[in-house]
């Protein structure tokens, strides 16, 4: 499975921005998504997961209630909209998928990894 993430960039503080992945070359339809972000100098956390047939999904205190995961298996394409952006929204995200069939919120549960997309918010 090949994960290629996109749609990070420049916003403004209060903003709203939404990341999409696309996954190609296996069955990632099947498999769970999340999303994680890695902060300048710090370490790589999970923000949003959405089980394989987006019945469950699982937020971060970070980003509960002002962000939306959600799948197109039609498009085999996975997409994270944050609103509300804040200065310490600035990362580098990357989407990632795992063969669970729970609701996998470990960083050692996921197999398969994007490049990452980076997102910065102006204050």
């Known amino acids: 499975v090949q994960l290629q993430a996109s749609g990070g960039g420049l916003v403004q503080a209060g903003g709203s921005l939404r990341l999409s992945c696309v996954a190609s070359?296996?069955?990632?339809?099947?498999?769970?998504m999340g999303w994680f972000r890695q902060p300048p100098g710090q370490d790589r956390e999970v923000v949003a997961v959405?089980?394989?047939?987006?019945?469950?999904?699982w937020y971060s205190d970070s980003v509960e209630g002002r962000s939306t995961i959600s799948r197109d298996n039609a498009k085999n394409t996975v997409y994270l909209q944050i609103n509300g952006l804040k200065a310490e929204d600035t990362a580098v995200y990357y989407c990632?998928?795992?063969?669970?069939?729970?609701?996998?919120?470990?960083?050692?549960?996921?197999?398969?990894w994007g490049q990452g997309t980076l997102v910065t918010v102006s204050s």
């Open positions: 959405i089980t394989w047939n987006g019945g469950r999904t």
């Open positions: 070359g296996g069955t990632a339809n099947s498999h769970a």
């Open positions: 990632a998928a795992s063969p669970s069939r729970a609701v996998p919120v470990f960083i050692n549960e996921y197999r398969y």
